[in-house]
């Protein structure tokens, strides 16, 4: 069962996979034969998987079964392709998604309340700034990102606010904040494309 059949171009589709199974069976039926042609240069199809798990399911399934090795890249989660996008778009380095960094924006975040950064949410200045809000907020980002990297935050000020303290804070350290990456990773492919260049990870990609 098909989603989206295809892309414009024909050479994307999206699958509907019964859980436990980590590729439709056509599709492992035909990268077998794919993949264990003679061919010197076979197509070249890149496969994007939900998670690790059905990604290492796939390569271990197929590598059973043909003669020739088969090249891992092909066989990307999603989380593993925006990496290896950054990496190819000379992106500057990830924060760690960790404590510290959740400090840091926590801090942002209370400097900018004091300055009525967050007028909605915290219409008295004077007040504390709990972390309580921070982490909402930071729920909340990282949730709109991942559902659509061109959302405007302008519809919402204290999301707005939030996503600004993030700037501020790439700007500061020279960094990407992890949970901008994705929004990071979409325009500035689309500046690439815009230009006709193609990234390392996808160069060569038959489909």
């Keep these: 069962m098909s989603n989206n059949p295809t ?22 039926e035909n990268l077998i034969t794919l993949l264990g042609s003679a061919e ?8 994007i998987h939900p998670g690790d798990a059905s990604r290492r399911q796939s390569i271990e399934i197929i590598s059973e079964k043909v003669k020739f090795g088969i090249d891992p890249t092909l066989f990307q989660t999603i989380d593993s392709l925006i990496d290896s996008l950054h990496v190819d778009l000379h ?4 924060l760690e998604n960790d404590g510290v960094t959740n400090l840091l924006v926590h801090l942002s975040c209370e400097e900018s309340a004091k300055e009525f950064g967050f007028p909605i949410i915290h219409p008295v200045p004077s007040k504390p700034w709990h972390y309580s809000k921070t982490s909402r907020l930071m ?3 990282s949730a709109l ?5 061109h959302f405007s935050w302008e519809n919402d000020p204290g999301v707005a606010e939030f996503d600004r303290v993030l700037k501020s804070i790439e700007t ?5 904040h992890p949970a901008r990456q994705l929004s990071k990773v979409v325009r500035t492919l689309e500046e690439w494309c815009t230009r006709g260049d193609v990234p390392f990870s996808l160069s060569n990609i038959d489909g």
Excluded: A, Y
């Design 40 to 47: 010197e240069t076979p197509h070249r199809l890149m496969v």
């Design 91 to 94: 992106l500057p380095k990830v």
């Design 139 to 141: 729920h909340l980002h």
């Design 7 to 28: 892309s414009k171009n024909g050479n994307i589709s999206i699958e509907h996979v019964p859980t436990g199974s980590g590729l439709p069976d056509w599709l492992t």
């Design 172 to 176: 500061e350290l020279d960094c990407v």
């Design 145 to 149: 990102s991942e559902e659509d990297p």
